[in-house]
């Protein structure tokens, strides 16, 4: 089984701050990861797909790059409505798996 | 607009049984690969199944192989997930999600979860 393990967790920030996420994969996935944004009491939500495609209706402020074991996810300019819990995924090799979530709040 | 609609979640005792259901609309749903993951209180998300679109291409991670059944029904556009000798650790939200296309594992929607509750 994959591992996947993130970075930092959590991660106080600002409104406007740049803010980047880190995934590391316990071994090479190429660009098979995902990221997800979940908030409180919601389902998750696609947002970068294949490690850096933007998912469509996804707010370009949103990017990911990153291959083989180490990715990231940036939000270039954070929003009130960007604080939430970020899940990097896997979908490299059966079973897909998760990481444990990256919780960014308020500084 | 993609829905889906799960239901059937409960309190159920260890060892019991129980049947959730995801009513889809919205796509064609026999044209997409469907999944289940589920979240315990507090805690991350894990994937528990996935059916292709040919309902003989199933697949579970060791949690729940051989306690969990998934399967679809085209004709009434609905996701079944069928879970028997429940523990205690299977206490979560349970969501359906859709492939964003073919076998990618790319999860591009979701329902708004049902929760299921083992305790005696």
């Known amino acids: 089984e994959i591992q996947l393990t993130q970075s930092p967790s959590p991660l106080s920030a600002s409104v406007g701050d740049r803010v980047t996420i880190a995934c590391r994969a316990s071994q090479s996935i190429s660009v098979f990861l995902n990221w997800y944004q979940q908030k409180p009491g919601r389902a998750p939500k696609l947002l970068i797909y294949d490690a850096s495609s933007l998912q469509s209706d996804v707010s370009s402020r949103f990017s990911g790059s990153g291959s083989g074991t180490d990715f990231t996810l940036t939000i270039s300019s954070l929003q009130p409505e960007d604080f939430a819990t970020y899940y990097c995924q896997q979908s490299y090799r059966a079973p897909v798996t998760f990481g444990p979530g990256t919780e960014v709040d308020f500084k | 607009e993609v829905q889906l609609l799960e239901s059937g979640g409960a309190l159920v005792q260890p060892g019991g049984s129980l049947r959730l259901s995801c009513a889809a609309s919205?796509?064609?749903?026999?044209?997409?690969?469907m999944n289940w993951v589920r979240q315990a209180p507090g805690k991350g998300l894990e994937w528990v199944s996935t059916?292709?679109?040919?309902?003989?291409?199933?697949f579970y991670p060791d949690s729940v192989r051989g306690r969990f059944t998934i399967s679809r029904d085209n004709l009434k556009n609905t996701l079944y997930l069928q879970m028997n000798s429940l523990r205690a650790e299977d206490t979560a939200v349970y969501y359906c999600a859709k492939n964003r296309v073919d076998d990618t594992s790319q999860f591009d929607s979701w329902g708004q979860g049902t929760l299921v509750t083992v305790s005696s």
């Open positions: 059916i292709r679109r040919s309902p003989n291409n199933i």
């Open positions: 919205g796509f064609t749903f026999s044209n997409y690969v």
